[in-house]
């Protein structure tokens, strides 16, 4: 049994200080939650939330990674620096990231295996565009990101991955797919990663949906054959919303 994992996003939200708030009383409501639970706020409040999750059950992830160790790349931020502060996940090629800041499935196999190499478990994202989707090439989508995103990437390293599966017309749309439609990109995804490696593999990968989870739709989702959990945007920054997605099974 795959344990569920379900991550907030929290995007450029909260400063440091409101990060801090937020955590410890997130951390009283969602205490004993049965599944693996991981806030990714920006880089400058990484050292306080991990300071204050100290004891909790919730990890703490970065948003962003670059692969190199170190070096002339303004406005990047390495796997050394964020595994000193003690962040446990990292959120790779979200759409956001691919959209807006030219993302590709080249820059995130580069960044995964960075993630790897500091020994950050990495949430790479894959998703479809509503253009894509409407002409019926959603699978050859995801194959590409999926191939791309783990090319040279060992066995061992993909079953401890976590893959995102988040189709980008449902992010912060509030148009969530329909249960079917995202377990059947999920299933998808893991028949692709099967076909690269095999079933044991494709078996024990965690992939998650995104894509306007909210407490109303997050158990009909999670309890499919194949979605491991949620990332969670807009809902992760309010405590009581993304309480009600964490216990999803009341
Ligand atoms: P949303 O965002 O829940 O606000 O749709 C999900 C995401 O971008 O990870």
Not at 99 to 123: C, H, M, W
Not at 224 to 236: E, F, P, Q, Y
Request: aromatic letters at 6%; charged letters at 25%; one cysteine or more.
């Amino acid at each position: 049994m795959r344990k569920k994992i379900i991550a907030g996003n929290w995007k450029m939200n909260k400063t440091p200080k409101q990060a801090v708030e937020f955590v410890n009383e997130l951390k009283e409501k969602i205490a004993g939650a049965d599944a693996d639970i991981v806030v990714c706020p920006t880089f400058v409040c990484l050292p306080a939330v991990v300071e204050a999750v100290k004891g909790s059950n919730i990890k703490v992830g970065a948003q962003n990674i670059h692969w190199a160790d170190n070096g002339a790349f303004t406005g990047e931020i390495s796997g050394e620096m964020l595994k000193e502060v003690g962040v446990d996940y990292v959120i790779i090629g979200h759409s956001e990231r691919r959209q807006y800041f030219g993302e590709t499935d080249e820059t995130v196999n580069n960044r995964l295996k960075a993630a790897l190499k500091y020994e950050l478990s990495p949430i790479v994202c894959v998703g479809e565009l509503l253009s894509e989707r409407e002409v019926g090439i959603t699978n050859q989508v995801l194959e590409t990101q999926t191939v791309g995103a783990l090319k040279d990437i060992p066995a061992e390293d993909v079953k401890e991955l976590v893959i995102a599966y988040e189709p980008v017309w449902a992010i912060g749309t509030g148009k969530t797919a329909s249960s079917d439609d995202a377990n059947d990109a999920c299933k998808f995804i893991r028949s692709v990663v099967e076909k690269l490696y095999n079933k044991e593999v494709a078996e024990a990968v965690r992939i998650q949906y995104g894509g306007s989870v909210k407490p109303s739709n997050a158990k009909e989702l999670f309890t499919t054959s194949d979605i491991d959990g949620g990332l969670v945007g807009g809902a992760s920054l309010k405590a009581d919303d993304f309480t009600g997605i964490v216990k999803y099974n009341g």
